[in-house]
């Protein structure tokens, strides 16, 4: 089995990149959707237990959501919201340094990908482990 920890790349504007940017002439919520990582049921391992953890700016304003899917060529509708894995920053508070959520969650996913939906700021990396 390979290595189970990976980092969530998004790919934009012909770019694959481990953070998502807000740009600076966008004026409404824009959505930014990971490359599909393996998960743990992509192996066949019987525990199913995964970690992710967002690291987000100060400034950042938005919603960050963990995605899975059971198909083995997942379709935009076979992606579901895994429960548990949101981060919602709804207006800049009192942040001073870049925040790391994470989040603990099980399932015989066999694929998973971040989910950003940005207003403001810069979401740095999304860590998965499985």
């Known amino acids: 089995m390979p290595a189970l920890s990976e980092t ?13 940017v807000y740009p600076n002439t966008a ?4 959505v930014y959707l990971s490359d599909k990582v393996r998960g743990s ?5 019987t525990d199913g237990f995964h970690t992710i953890s967002y690291t987000a700016t100060p400034e950042f ?3 960050i959501t963990t995605q899975a899917s059971l198909a083995t060529d997942p379709q935009s509708t076979d992606w579901f919201t895994v429960s548990d894995t949101t ?3 709804t207006e800049f508070d009192s942040r001073t340094t870049s925040t790391v959520d994470y989040y603990n969650f099980s399932g015989n996913f066999v ?4 989910k ?4 403001e700021g810069a979401v740095q990396v999304i860590h998965y482990n499985h």
Not at 27 to 30: G, I, P
């Open 8 to 20: 969530l790349n998004f790919t934009y504007n012909s770019t694959s990149s481990v953070s998502v």
């Open 27 to 30: 004026t409404d919520m824009l």
């Open 41 to 45: 049921g992509y192996y066949g391992t």
């Open 61 to 63: 304003i938005g919603t």
């Open 87 to 89: 981060v919602n920053y």
């Open 111 to 114: 694929w998973v990908r971040g």
């Open 116 to 119: 950003i939906e940005i207003a």
